[in-house]
């Protein structure tokens, strides 16, 4: 074959190459926690999401994280005792409003070695937008990111959580999250 039609040939094929995939990152349930932290006036308490599906692609830069999903079942989040989860569950009427997720939008850099994700969170039927900080770090193919933010449930359309004359839930709640994962792909 002559010089000029292998490279016309070659020159030809490269388009159609498929780009290489981002990797992901594959999340490992029992190293991950959601913790929602929870004052009231007779008794804080910490409620844990332990099931949930959450999918984050990483870009070419370390610990560049490009792309996240996640999804949870409000019936999965557990705070020990069985009383308090189901007058939980009917406060945020899990039969109506029975998912929520988030999606990425964005990164930018933050203060120091955090970063500062944005994106829209949907909870009890009510999508706003979203930020907060959080840090990646990478041992090997090993990657964790951990995170917090104050919520207002209000600003989700919930009512404060009342009981009685004298127990209220304060509305604002602590999010801290610690997602531990394997990165998969090139």
């Given at each position: 074959?002559?010089?000029?039609?292998?490279?016309?040939?070659?020159?030809?094929?490269?388009?159609?190459?498929?780009?290489?995939?981002?990797?992901?990152?594959?999340?490992?349930?029992?190293?991950?926690?959601?913790?929602?932290?929870?004052?009231?006036?007779?008794?804080?308490?910490?409620?844990?999401?332990?099931?949930?599906?959450?999918?984050?692609?990483?870009?070419?830069?370390?610990?560049?994280?490009?792309?996240?999903?996640?999804?949870?079942?409000?019936?999965?989040?557990?705070?020990?005792?069985?009383?308090?989860?189901?007058?939980?569950?009917?406060?945020?009427?899990?039969?109506?409003?029975?998912?929520?997720?988030?999606?990425?939008?964005?990164?930018?850099?933050?203060?120091?070695?955090?970063?500062?994700?944005?994106?829209?969170?949907?909870?009890?039927?009510?999508?706003?937008?979203?930020?907060?900080?959080?840090?990646?770090?990478?041992?090997?193919?090993?990657?964790?990111?951990?995170?917090?933010?104050?919520?207002?449930?209000?600003?989700?359309?919930?009512?404060v959580f009342r009981k009685y004359i004298f127990l209220r839930v304060d509305?604002?709640?602590?999010?801290?999250?610690?997602?531990?994962?394997?990165?998969?792909?090139?």
């Open positions: 074959m002559n010089k000029r039609l292998t490279m016309l040939l070659v020159g030809l094929a490269l388009p159609m190459a498929a780009p290489a995939a981002a990797p992901t990152l594959v999340i490992d349930p029992g190293g991950s926690s959601i913790q929602i932290d929870v004052e009231s006036t007779l008794d804080s308490f910490v409620a844990q999401l332990h099931d949930f599906d959450a999918a984050i692609s990483l870009g070419p830069g370390q610990g560049e994280v490009e792309a996240a999903r996640f999804h949870f079942l409000f019936s999965h989040l557990k705070t020990g005792d069985a009383d308090r989860d189901a007058a939980m569950y009917a406060w945020e009427n899990v039969g109506a409003f029975p998912e929520g997720s988030f999606v990425l939008s964005a990164v930018q850099p933050g203060a120091g070695r955090h970063l500062v994700a944005r994106g829209l969170l949907r909870f009890h039927g009510v999508e706003r937008e979203v930020t907060f900080p959080f840090t990646v770090s990478i041992q090997g193919r090993t990657l964790a990111i951990d995170g917090e933010t104050a919520l207002d449930t209000r600003d989700y359309g919930l009512p509305p604002t709640v602590r999010v801290r999250f610690h997602l531990l994962g394997k990165l998969a792909g090139p």
